[in-house]
């Protein structure tokens, strides 16, 4: 007999993933002091500001870039001090700094944000043109790092900074409160928090110690935020809060939408605007942009569909001029479908660039790191990476990491760390609803969690969303009614179905009637 979990043993669970948290309040946040290179980085942008030089700053075109960018140049504009601002396009500059954006500017210090640990020849021309190049990013450090003016990196391995795990946007704040200190002036960094803690989410870093914190407190002054881009989103989408989920299911991919479609300049210009209803026309152009990345990722996933092959351990698609800003999507999109990773091309004048999607226990990043003799480049992490080869190499590389595959485990594939344990009908109501959202926010190191409930009779079925590609159900056991979404569902189940789920739970406030509402990850039996 399964032993069922109590609403007591979930808000045990739940609570000892923070027991071992050293920063549980804003005030217990490290010190700017503990960067390397932070002083010297300041102490220079300082004498800049001072001696009137030309600054550029120079982002990336995803959310933790461009919220980057607007924290430090939110700063200068509140100090008045004269700068240029290049995020660079996807499509025409690339990712980060490089050679072509340097020849664009005529400056005395370049600052970085959320990108620089890799611009090692970028890094060479400024120094022979004089000009002082400071790198502030979070990704990891190569062999080989930039001949900088300054790098401030909390993965750099003489960095004392006690919490490597942090965004970008992050570490241009922290450059913002040692500046602060450095020019002596009064600046309230905590007004900040509301941009931070979509970057943080984003950027999916783990949402424990100072970056649990910092979301908190973040989501709670997106609510009160007089910032005109929050306030056009709630207009817009008929919000009057905003939550953990709106922040990783909504406000994120509007933001990234414009540097996957378009320009990052436009999401930046949105985040920036003084006035709601210049922020209200951003916006809509935006969501436009969003909904066309969702018709381009729509054909694009059926596209990879035939490359999908039930007896092999992942998927690895491409195609001629398949959008690079949608790839990283449509990984993702197969590896929940097919419960297996995913690595989608898009080529391009003999390359190919392409994004990488995991699941379970699977570590992607080391399994293409096995190919690195024919790759051009990769990065990423366990669950993600980003890889670009030669066309030519693209046939030997989907055989060899096929080969690789093998030896993946079935357990491996299925694991899911989310998942609490078996759950009664009977304990799925307000309670525990709001024992679950007092432990939010859910992300990294934090999942939000998951839940199975057997043999469950299914009472109503009906197929909603603008292609019928969502499943509703009415799900009853004995006097306890549950409603249930199954998103881009892969099994159907129908009236008079007994069946077994795996689900999350999330609020549904219908009409000021707030009821937990079951969504479905997976119907794993259908009786």
Known sequence: MVELLSKEDIRRILASRFENDCCTRLGEIPKPSSFKDIGRASKRIARAIQTKERIAIVGDYDVDGVISSVILSQFFDDLKVD???????????????????????????????????????????????????????????????????????????????????????????????????????????????????????????ELVGMNRVMVKKGILDLNKSHRPAFE????????????????????????????????AILSYEFLKATHVDVALKKLEYIVSLNEARKDEERILFESTLAHVKEDENIIVAWGEDWHEGIVGIVA???????????????????????????????????????????LLGFGGHKGAAGVSI???????????????????????????SDILGEIAADQIDFELLEIL???????????????????????????????????????QEGSNALEAL??????????????????????????????????????????
């Open 83 to 205: 700068y240029s601002l290049i995020i660079p396009n996807r499509f025409t500059d690339g990712y980060g700094l490089n050679p072509e954006i340097v020849a664009k500017l005529d400056v005395h210090v370049i600052i970085t944000v959320d990108n620089g640990i890799s611009a090692v020849e970028a890094a060479d021309i400024c120094k022979a043109q004089g000009i002082d190049l400071i790198i502030t990013d979070h990704h990891n450090v190569p062999a080989i790092i930039p001949d900088a003016y300054a790098i401030v990196n909390p993965k750099q391995d003489d960095c004392e900074f006690p919490n490597c795990e942090i965004c970008g946007a992050q570490v241009a704040w922290y450059l913002v409160a040692s500046l602060k200190e450095e020019l002596g002036v009064e600046y309230d960094l905590s007004s900040f928090l509301d941009l931070l803690c979509i970057a943080i989410m984003a950027d999916m870093m």
């Open 232 to 263: 056009a989103i709630k207009v817009f989408f008929g919000k009057t809060t905003l939550e953990g989920d709106d922040i990783s299911f909504l406000i994120a991919p509007l933001i990234n939408s414009s540097g996957r479609m378009e320009d």
């Open 332 to 374: 993702s999109r197969l590896s929940k479908r097919f419960k297996k990773p995913a690595i989608v091309f898009s080529i391009k004048e003999g390359k190919a660039k392409g994004s990488a999607r995991s699941v379970g226990d699977v570590n992607i990043l080391a399994l293409i790191k096995e190919q690195e003799a024919i």
């Open 390 to 416: 030669d066309v030519e190499n693209l046939e030997l590389f989907k055989s060899n990491i096929k080969q690789a595959a093998i030896k993946i485990t079935r357990k491996e594939l299925e694991a899911d």
């Open 437 to 475: 959202e007092n432990q939010e926010p859910y992300g990294q190191k934090n999942p939000k969690p998951s839940f199975l409930l057997r043999n469950i009779a299914v009472k109503v079925d009906k197929l909603i969303g603008k292609e019928g590609q969502h499943l509703k159900l009415v799900l």
């Open 486 to 527: 199954f998103f881009n569902y892969d099994l159907r189940a129908k009236q008079g179905d007994r069946i077994d789920i795996l689900f999350t739970i999330a609020r549904n406030d219908y009409r000021g009637l707030v009821t937990p509402q079951l969504l479905i990850k997976q119907i794993l039996k259908r009786y």
